[in-house]
């Protein structure tokens, strides 16, 4: 019961808003309800609608599915040097962080959904009433691992939030542990996702032993820079306190992750080129094409310029003390990771496909509006959320805002 | 466990395997199974050969005419054949394979005669590694039953003996670029299949 | 008592409609049965009969059309094994589509089960270079050589490690097969998969009617739906009774060989002792069933 007036409390809050607040809301329904259209029609004839074909077997939603599982796992993995350098706000940035976890994990199982044959049979993968091929099947750890972590974090996420709302002392050793767990789960779930291609020795370009390792340092890369830019909205208007030193510290933490990531990439390159394999066909498709067909090649090196520019915005202290400029690596080195995830790990995996034939993939667009449906959704959901916990953390949003309310509605009820 | 098992049922497969050789002495000891078997090889059971109507049988004309050993081209009746005779023509002629005598025979080096029911075994007296392959049912095109009784054709069901070589045949149509496969263009492509 | 009174009517508004709904797809209950259907492995032999009886009605239904679908287990005592001539096959891709006819493949949008490649000679085999789309006036094409490919039947399949539900496995006589009312689409196999063999069913299968083979089986050519995986099955619904695979007994030049690697006599067994024989990509391990050899 008290649950239920926490939840209708919640509701109450997002449906008040400035007219900047509606007009986001609005932009972001009109999008949803665009690509919902958009799904209908891959509904109702198949995955035909989209332009994956036996060569292309995965494309768009899986890579948009890889980049959501690299943000659910770094917006944990900034726990950590928060508790290392023992930062102020540091429940503030762990509620925050599970929030856009909890998000973005809901949105890689929504891109899931989409993309299977048969969404209906879903129950099929699991134990007990279906056949779950667990351990043998990198898929079944990838759903069970997802699951827990969603568990997890909703249930750290909603016991805080649920506390402070009630005035009550949170459960903190339960807390401290989930926590901890999670920190590990979430370097899980994304290098069980990196396993998930590394497996298949059909696909010479995901068959390295680099794939898992730079999967992690581009979501490290990638994720904290969502929540630099959330911190800095939160600063300006509530009374979330963070330093800036703490902000600079994030940033150089990312500027180390992408030391390795370029690093990681160097030696997969030098490997490639220098050995000179039939394997070396799949770099040079993503960096230079085959033939005539040169379609991915502009995404692969605005991706690189992109990434390298955010770099080095980074690694110069002027350019990352300085917000502007720091604003603008984020935005880039977030861009750089979205492409280079969703196309740049995928295509080149099946161009040219096993039996050497090329088939130019490009998204259709059931596929865009699709994907437009998911993230708009899910930006929705991560709105409500940061709403409520803004409300909760910060403007001391209490039960008791609407139990007077309630205890008003009470004494207007006639008694039988 | 899947792994597992396929490895179970692998060694148990490859052990039967041993079992079987060790159990089959007759091939190597019984010279009366190997006759039989020889016999039974000459038995094989073949789709009838394809002797030209109206040609056949050669004795109805070849019993009135007087038979000419001589090497030769042949210009007034199996003119047809000669234009095409395509089989080591520098070296062999008609009578290499057709006996002079009885034109409904068809004669081996030895001199025996043979049935055209039987002509694989004058194939194989050049082409030997052919006609073990073809016992066996490796060599030609193979219907029939893997584990019962296998269908034979004779060589020349798919080899003419007059010009052995293959002609080109024309492919059938490629498959559809996967770019053009759609559910806009359902229509199209079955015009394209068909 | 106002809210108890609420809460009363609504629950029982909510449990008239759950009610409503129910009786509304009580004349689907066919397709309720078949949607809860469990994995084929796990099933009994009795709900095995009950699942083909309804597979039976459902297609005289949908194609006006008598299906004999056959659930035969493998026969005791066989594996199977192919081996593919490659000094003569000659492109001419009448197996390709003898495949089509029998198993049922999709016209539109089109699934072929086997994929010819053409190579060149002089770089012998080599997929990077090779073309699926040949279509010469006349074949074969002076200095290529043809390469058919389709399901090798891997001994240590990564298609059926790799499927999250289990819809695919190998049977005891070895061939991998896919149980279509299980497989949910996700189309990791196809990713796995280092021969290309499995292919989607994108959009919804057609077949022209008159076209239809009857004669099926469960786990290989009945018809398909869309969203689900299928290849190659050895034509397990002839095999399983004797019978050649289509494309052996429709190759004109007699370039393909199958038989039962547990039976010394078999056309196999003689291939593997006097022919050599290769397997695509035998460093993946993959150990294939589908050999490939030099008869001249």
């Known amino acids: ?416 | 466990m899947l792994v597992l098992g396929l490895f179970i049922f692998g060694y148990s497969c490859s052990s039967q395997l041993s079992e079987a050789d060790n159990h089959n002495p007759e091939i190597n000891n019984s010279t009366e199974q190997i006759a039989v078997k020889t016999a039974g090889i000459t038995e094989i059971a073949v789709e009838a050969p394809p002797l030209t109507d109206g040609i056949f049988p050669c004795n109805d004309c070849h019993s009135e005419i007087e038979a000419n050993p001589e090497r030769r081209e042949l210009v007034d009746m199996h003119d047809d054949i000669t234009a095409i005779f395509n089989h080591d023509s520098d070296n062999r002629w008609c009578l290499d394979c057709h006996d002079l005598n009885n034109r409904d025979s068809l004669r081996l080096a030895s001199g025996q005669l043979l049935d055209f029911k039987e002509s694989y075994k004058l194939c194989g007296q050049c082409h030997g590694l052919k006609l073990r392959d073809w016992k066996v049912g490796v060599h030609g095109k193979r219907t029939g039953e893997w584990n019962g009784k296998k269908e034979y054709l004779l060589c020349v069901h798919c080899h003419d003996p007059h010009s052995p070589k293959f002609e080109l045949l024309t492919p059938e149509p490629p498959p559809v670029m996967q770019e053009n496969i759609s559910y806009l263009n359902r229509k199209q492509n079955d015009h394209e299949t068909e | 008592m106002k809210q108890n009174k609420t809460r009363r009517s609504f629950l029982k508004n909510i449990s008239l409609a759950s009610m409503a709904a129910l009786t509304a797809t009580g004349c689907n209950m066919k397709e309720l049965d078949e949607f809860f259907q469990r994995n084929f492995r796990t099933l009994s032999d009795k709900e095995k009969e009950d699942i083909i009886k309804n597979l039976e009605q459902k297609y005289k239904q949908k194609y006006n059309k008598e299906f004999q679908v056959s659930a035969q287990p493998a026969m005791e005592q066989v594996e199977f094994a192919y081996a593919l001539d490659l000094s003569r096959c000659v492109g001419c891709r009448k197996c390709v589509y003898a495949c089509v006819d029998e198993n049922n493949q999709s016209r539109a949008p089109q699934i072929h089960w086997i994929q010819v490649l053409q190579m060149e000679k002089e770089k012998g085999i080599d997929f990077a270079h090779s073309d699926v789309h040949y279509n010469p006036e006349k074949v074969p094409e002076k200095g290529h050589f043809y390469l058919p490919v389709a399901c090798q039947q891997c001994r240590t399949p990564q298609c059926t490690t790799v499927c999250p539900v289990k819809a695919t496995w190998q049977e005891p006589d070895g061939i991998v097969v896919i149980d279509y009312n299980w497989c949910i689409g996700c189309r990791y196999c196809m990713a796995a998969c280092p021969y290309g063999a499995r292919h989607f069913n994108w959009g919804e299968p057609e077949v022209p009617e008159e076209e239809l083979n009857t004669d099926v089986h469960y786990l290989g050519n009945r018809p398909r739906i869309k969203g689900v995986v299928e290849k190659c099955t050895f034509c397990i619904q002839r095999v399983r009774k004797g019978k050649y695979p289509s494309c052996v007994e429709i190759c004109p030049v007699g370039a393909r060989k199958f038989g039962n690697l547990l039976d010394p006599e078999s056309e196999i067994r003689y291939i593997l002792e006097n022919k050599r024989v290769l397997v695509l990509k035998e460093e993946l391990n993959t150990q294939p069933r589908f050999y490939y050899f030099f008869g001249v």
Not at chain 1, 72 to 81: C, E, H, R, S, T
Not at chain 1, 269 to 297: A, C, P, R
Request: net charge positive; glycine share 6%; with cysteine.
């Open chain 1, 1 to 416: 019961m008290n649950f239920i007036r926490f939840i209708n409390g919640s509701i109450k809050l997002i449906l008040k808003g400035s007219n900047a607040y509606y007009a986001w809301l609005f932009f972001l329904i009109v999008l949803a309800v665009w690509g919902a259209f958009g799904y209908a029609d891959q509904l109702n004839e198949g995955l035909i609608t989209t332009n994956m074909r036996d060569s292309v077997s995965w494309a768009f939603y899986i890579g948009n599915f890889t980049f959501l599982v690299g943000i659910a796992a770094a917006a944990i993995m900034l726990v950590i040097p928060a508790y290392i350098y023992n930062w102020k706000p540091i429940k503030e940035i762990v509620i925050f962080g599970e929030l856009l976890a909890v998000c973005a994990v809901i949105m890689c199982i929504a891109f899931i959904v989409v993309d299977i044959g048969n969404p209906l049979r879903f129950w099929h993968m699991l134990p007990l009433v279906g056949t779950m091929n667990f351990p043998y099947s990198m898929l079944s750890w990838d759903f069970f691992f997802l699951l827990a972590y969603l568990i997890i974090n909703l249930t750290v996420v909603t016991h805080l939030l649920y506390c402070i709302f009630y005035k009550k002392p949170y459960n903190k050793k339960m807390v401290q542990i989930i926590v901890l767990i999670s920190i590990p789960m979430a370097v899980g779930i994304h290098t069980v996702t990196a396993f998930l291609y590394n497996a298949l020795p059909a696909r010479p370009f995901w068959n390295s032993a680099l794939l898992a390792p730079r999967f992690l340092a581009s979501a490290f890369c990638s994720g904290p820079a969502i929540l630099i830019i959330l911190f800095q909205i939160l600063r300006k208007i509530t009374k979330f306190e963070i330093q800036d030193k703490a902000i600079w510290t994030i940033a150089e933490l990312m500027v180390y992750s992408m030391f390795i990531y370029l690093f990681f990439t160097i030696a997969e390159l030098f490997k490639e080129f220098y050995s000179g394999t039939e394997h070396l066909l799949y770099w040079k498709y993503l960096l230079f094409g085959i033939g005539d067909s040169k379609e991915i090649v502009p995404y692969s090196w605005s991706s690189i310029t992109m990434g390298f520019i955010a770099f080095v915005l980074f690694l110069i202290p002027k350019t990352r003390k300085n917000f502007v400029t720091l604003n603008i690596g984020a935005v880039l080195i977030y861009t750089s990771v979205y492409v280079e995830k969703g196309i740049a790990l995928i295509i080149p995996g099946f161009t040219p496909d096993v039996l050497g034939q090329i088939y130019v993939y490009t998204p259709s667009m059931t596929e865009i509006r699709t994907a437009a449906m998911i993230f708009s959704l899910g930006f929705l959901l991560f709105t409500f959320l940061v709403k409520i916990a803004i409300a909760i953390v910060f403007e001391n949003y209490r039960i008791s805002d609407i139990s007077k309310k309630e205890k008003h509605l009470m004494r207007e009820m006639p008694t039988t």
